[in-house]
């Protein structure tokens, strides 16, 4: 309810505007004529001259149903009066409407004002009231109600109904409590002072929030507003507007300074409260908020468009929220800093992300940085954009834990995400273009799956002194963009310890794409870095795929695929050693995926002797052959049964092909078939039984794309060349090369 009437009042709604223009009038059969009648006066008198479309849903006149109020609701409308006979739970005089209904709406981010002119459908005495279903659903049904919690009657209603827009309309009164109360006092004059006035008085309540303000028109924006501190006065000026509401509040709900300034277009606010909110609003306008620099010690939520006006600190164990949606606006060079003890829970939404920003720059350094220390903080679904050094977790002044960044995007920063004595989980963010990508200093475990780091200046991730980094099914591609010969997909050095995939404990595999990177994909300087690969795709740079530095511990690459087959040892510089390497690109290159940190590989225990590792692969493939982990089984299970082709020992040569066979034909068109036929048409080549290879290659190629189809293509050259099919293997070629 409170996230529903924070999206309304600052509009962040994904649905529009056309909505805010229409309005829906419900009429029931009962005394027809005169729910219909001050239906058909509201909509004249008030509707129609300020240009809103209005469906007369009026069971009588037109015939309406329960499908045509869902109808209309989901196509947006931001008022919706119903006058008829009600219940606790329902609007019952036609068209019909109960909870089940209002549950069953699909109205995201369109929500009305409801006024409900009938009997006990506001009872908040009731468990469950018809009018709290319409505010509790969540991203659907309505922002308000209003209606009785009582018996209600026709003429009244009529006068009410009336007198309710005529505040709305005439009266300029668009706060929910504002309207609403000045139905009542117009009420009050028709009637005079009546037991029935009382009675009315009493029975409508608003549910909802009494000061949330109907939109009535599409939004406008505050294009300049000018606020000055000189430290013991703060001074707004709205150019260009009149007729502005100006607040000043300090933190903690307003409990130490609160002030109000209303119908102006500029005021002062002399207080040494620092740091203080100002808001500045007008009707139909978004609301403008701003922050002053100063320190908070007490909890925070943030939404809306924030503007901070200097650097901004929580201390003494305090939280800030920041609400789907808000857009944290920086001016100058300010910052945010998260102080230890404190935290930072973001978490935005795919539909409502949550923006860090510069408020007029779009270039690097266009303002300070998110300096966030200690532990518990939560960024999900949030943009840090323009920066200098972006989000900069520290464990300061002791290393620090669970800090979660997910779903995140970091881009044009000068580093995008700094990492330093802390553990981390990072997932599924992307993080492109900026100086710096990543950078890691002396962390106890950064944990890195399902991102992208691509088309930074200098390194895709930069990691020195003493981290512990785990990357699994992470896409780096692209970095060193400036050209420098030093710029690296991934640089470590300095006992650092990266895992790409991990053999030994609980082994799991990496499924990483390094590619593209100006100088080298891994590049393991100085100071003894250990650096474990286990099937990955590391390939197609510019220089070295692996550069081990001198006298440092070995580099294994297991199962990996390094852009050809066999692989080029003279793109691999140092103590590196190329175990297994797979002999064609694998299925998942250039994806992302998570979950891989925390399963079991296909990787055999090193307890299992190979005719046990064998039959283990085999049985992790069929018992879920459609799963990543069957895909990348079926690789380690080739490159084994391949080093093996010549002597036999483990007598597969027949029954690993019957085993292929069967994977393709019972799983087609899904990758593990795709896989296998690759693997069957280097299995008859290996046999020399060219013709069958072709024919199988034939097959292939009907339903291979991409590079898995380039790869059988060039695999079809040679077969034709060795079988003297030369026009043929010229055609292919011509083929392959276009």
Same mark, same amino acid.
């Given at each position: ?27 029931? /059969? ?119 919690? +009582? ?29 609403? +109360? ?64 100006? *607040? ?32 500045? *609003? ?111 977790? +520290? ?73 512990? &980094? ?8 692209? /970095? ?21 995939? /991990? *053999? ?26 250990? &650096? ?43 103590? &590196? +050693? ?133 790869? &059988? ?16 293997? /010229? ?8």
């Amino acid at each position: 309810m409170t996230e529903k009437s924070i999206n309304y009042e600052t509009f962040n709604l994904s649905s529009g505007n056309a909505w805010i223009k229409k309005a829906a009038f419900l009429a029931g /059969n009962d005394n027809y004529q005169i729910s219909e009648g001050t239906h058909n006066f509201v909509i004249s008198t008030y509707m129609n001259p300020n240009s809103y479309t209005s469906d007369k849903l009026y069971e009588v006149s037109y015939g309406a149903t329960t499908a045509d109020v869902s109808a209309a609701l989901n196509d947006g409308r931001s008022i919706v009066t119903f006058s008829g006979h009600g219940g606790k739970t329902l609007w019952s005089d036609g068209p019909y409407f109960d909870q089940s209904n209002v549950r069953s709406l699909t109205n995201s981010d369109k929500y009305p004002f409801i006024f409900s002119f009938a009997c006990h459908t506001g009872d908040f005495a009731y468990s469950e009231c018809f009018g709290e279903t319409w505010l509790r659903e969540v991203d659907k049904a309505s922002i308000e109600f209003w209606g009785s919690s +009582n018996y209600t009657y026709w003429d009244e209603d009529d006068i009410l109904e009336k007198r309710l827009f005529k505040a709305i309309f005439e009266d300029d009164l668009f706060e929910a409590a504002d309207m609403t +109360n000045q139905a009542k006092m117009y009420f009050y004059q028709h009637y005079g002072d009546l037991p029935t006035t009382k009675y009315y008085f009493e029975v409508y309540n608003i549910l909802g929030s009494p000061v949330l303000e109907l939109w009535t028109d599409t939004p406008s924006e505050f294009t300049d507003v000018d606020i000055m501190d000189d430290g013991e006065i703060v001074y707004v000026n709205v150019v260009g507007e009149s007729g502005c509401d100006i *607040t000043a509040s300090s933190g903690d709900n307003g409990a130490i300074y609160h002030e109000v300034a209303h119908n102006v277009s500029g005021t002062g606010f002399e207080t040494p409260v620092r740091p203080l909110y100002v808001t500045v *609003t007008k009707h139909n306008y978004l609301p403008y908020t701003a922050v002053t620099g100063g320190t908070f010690t007490s909890d925070e939520t943030w939404f809306g468009n924030l503007h901070a006006l200097g650097s901004v600190t929580f201390d003494g164990n305090s939280t800030l929220e920041v609400l789907p949606g808000t857009k944290v606006l920086f001016d100058a060079k300010y910052s945010l800093c998260i102080k230890a003890g404190s935290k930072i829970i973001a978490e935005g939404t795919e539909s409502s992300p949550i923006y860090f920003t510069s408020t007029n720059g779009t270039s690097r350094k266009s303002w300070g940085t998110l300096f966030v220390n200690g532990s518990d903080n939560i960024f999900k679904w949030c943009i840090v954009e323009y920066g200098d050094w972006g989000l900069k977790l +520290n464990g300061s002044p002791s290393p620090a834990s669970n800090n979660i960044v997910e779903n995140c995007t970091f881009r044009n920063n000068d580093q995008g995400l700094r990492m330093e004595k802390n553990e981390v989980d990072v997932i599924s963010c992307n993080i492109y273009d900026n100086r710096h990508n990543i950078v890691t200093i002396n962390n106890t475990q950064i944990d890195i799956q399902g991102t992208r780091i691509y088309d930074g200046d200098r390194d895709g991730i930069y990691s020195t002194s003493g981290n512990l &980094v785990n990357i699994y099914g992470s896409v780096i591609e692209n /970095n060193g963009i400036g050209g420098s010969s030093s710029r690296n997909g991934i640089y470590t050095r300095s006992s650092d310890v990266i895992e790409l995939g /991990n *053999t030994s404990g609980s082994s799991w595999e990496g499924y990483n794409t390094i590619r593209y990177n100006y100088s080298t994909e891994i590049y393991a300087y100085y100071g003894n870095p250990i &650096v474990k690969i286990f099937y990955n795709s590391i390939h197609d740079n510019s220089g070295y795929e692996i550069y081990n530095y001198s006298g440092n511990p070995s580099i294994n690459a297991l199962f990996s695929w390094f852009g050809e087959s066999p692989p080029n040892m003279s793109q691999f510089s140092g103590d &590196v +050693n190329i175990i297994d390497p797979l002999e064609m690109e694998p299925s998942w290159e250039g994806q992302t995926q998570t979950g891989g940190l925390s399963k079991p590989a296909s990787f055999a225990r090193s307890s299992m002797n190979p005719e046990e590792h064998i039959q283990y692969l085999k049985e992790l493939i069929l018992s879920d052959p459609l799963s990543f982990q069957a895909d990348s089984a079926l690789s380690v299970l080739y490159s084994i049964l391949r080093s093996d082709y010549i002597t036999n020992a483990f007598g597969e040569q027949e029954s690993f092909f019957t085993f292929l066979s069967h994977l393709h034909s019972d799983y087609l068109y899904t990758p593990i078939s795709n896989r296998a036929i690759q693997y069957m048409i280097i299995w008859k080549m290996l046999a020399n039984e060219n013709e069958r290879a072709i024919q199988l290659s034939s097959l292939a190629l009907n339903h291979l794309s991409g590079t898995e189809r380039m790869c &059988v293509m060039g695999n079809m050259v040679y077969l034709y060349a060795y079988t003297g099919q030369i026009e043929k293997a /010229n055609q292919l070629l011509d083929n392959y090369i276009k």
